[in-house]
């Protein structure tokens, strides 16, 4: 019993939605599929979705130089896990202290936290700031600290959740029963507050997978080398190719170890593996994320 | 505890602000992680601004080093530079508004009318893919389409057609087009997530009583769905207008590769100074370029909290 507009709508939707769908895939599947290519033939034939020659020669090629990517690796989840963590503790600590209206001072710390999303110094000062009094180049703080660890929007969104669905009645409660604050924030609020740390811990664990700007600005090969996370692997690459090209005439001059294309397209398949990977299982959280801080951004 | 403070409730005023003082003092400690990195990480810089107005000394310091006044920002604005950056910057942000929320409501409202679940969870997902990547992985998606040499585009496309490649990362007239597609490629799906989510707020009683009038599908969303999303389609606006001196850096920087040949349609401020300091090493430049964007930014910021405000407070951001 449906009716011919019903069945025009669902073919309309479903052709329009499943058209931005391919869309937004074919791109990775080119990638990945680039990555298997045979380095020869791709460099003849270019790129395909159905490339003659397969080969595994670019993941052989990673695996040989695992030192190198392994150990990029591994800085990229140490540095995910480290500052999504202290992100997480600094913004949540924050959030629940200028929730207190009735602590003086928490009004002015409101301000100045709102104030960091209508002004900043720039890119020129933060830089100079974070190179020359906080000595930041080449350590692991320079992956850290700068511009990712805490921001207003989650700050705002942590203390809209705390205000708006921890009841007060059982901190009172809490308090009554001589907990400590510290003791009621860790034990109390954060345990009725997991889908929201779930939340921003999610965006900002991606944001430290995702940073490369970080380590262009504040590593360099020689002293930071040992720090480079995938991303900043494959920037660096990019930066790479861009001066060749830039320079296609003086390349005699310059020693550029340049890894070949499929290589250079398998790293970059094994930097978004993980997103890949656990994207279906915390997509829900993403969603909320981007509903709660939507228009807000 | 609760006895001390169950005591000075009956107790004369001083001993009472002192115990009230102990009590509120570990939220002090819990807002200091927060305080110390907002004045490392936000407010020494401001005062890093000073940069600009000074002769930048690296010996001295920024506090030894003498004052210039406004030499920096004359000697930015006397090059064409300033107005190319400032147009592309301000041209792009327009263009990306536009083609990006078309087409994030354009998709939210056919999502929301896909009545299979199971698909409609598929779609939603993959459209939002493209925005979990960083700019450095766009690039290398790119540029397996885009490449001169081994690109998709050129060798599976144009060449069976018997045409020939175009040199993608030289010819500047279709940089406009690429950057659009590619950054509403990769936003689209976080844009229609929130259209979706207000669609979803919209009550059902108004499509019934619509359907009941005799109302077709796309009345109802010409005279229900459209007018109920201005509010979100108002607010993002006024949001974005307060952000259109600031440019996406990764997008300008990671897309063009670099290319000098695309500067002149590709560049924007934040690749601007990013270049004059990091690659020319140009501290007057870049930072006198870093403090225009910032003060015009926080002027066009203020002024659209103020509409927005006016518009719809809850939306507004302080």
Redesign the interface.
Known sequence: MKSREYRVTQLLAHLVCGLFALMALLPFILLIVASFTDNGWATANGFSFFPKEWSLDAYRYIAVQWDTIGRAYVMTIVVTLVGTASSILVTTLFAYAICQKDVPGMKVLSFMLIFTMLFNGGLVATYYTYVNYFHVRNTIWALILPNLMMNAFNVILVRNYFVNSIPYSLIEAARLDGASEFGIFFKVVMPLSLPIIATIGLMTGLMYWNDWQNGMYYLTERGGGHLYTIQIILNNINENINALLQNSSATGGMNIKMPSTTVRMAIATVGILPILVIYPFFQKYFVKGITLGGVKE | ??GNKGAALTLGKKPKRKIRWK??F??????L???I??L??????????T??FKKLNFRE??FGSPWCGFDNFKFLFASSDAWIITRNTILYNIAFFLAGNI?AI??AI??N???RKK?K??????????Y??????V????F??L?A????I???ILQPLGREGVNW?QEKQYWPFILIFVNV?KG???SM??YL?SIVGISVDYYEAARIDGA??WQQIKNITLPLLKP?II??FI?SVGQIFRSD??LFY?MP????SLYSVTRTL?VY??QA??KNND?AM??AA??Y??IV??VL??GANKLVKRYDSN?A??
């Open positions: 505890m609760s009590r509120i570990p939220f002090y400690l819990m807002a992680p927060g305080l990195y907002m490392v990480n936000n407010y020494l810089p401001m005062f890093g601004i940069i600009a310091g920024i087409v354009t998709i056919l999502i009318e896909v009545q698909a969870k598929v779609y939603q997902s993959l459209i939002l893919l493209p979990l990547m960083s700019w450095v992985i690039s290398y998606l790119a397996t389409f490449s040499e081994t690109g998709m050129n060798k599976s990362y490629w689209v799906g976080y997530i929130i989510s077709g599908k979100t607010t993002l949001l850096f990764g990671q590769r670099n290319s000098g934040d100074i990013y300091l990091m501290y870049s930072s870093s403090v964007q910032s930014g926080f910021i203020v939306s951001l302080f």
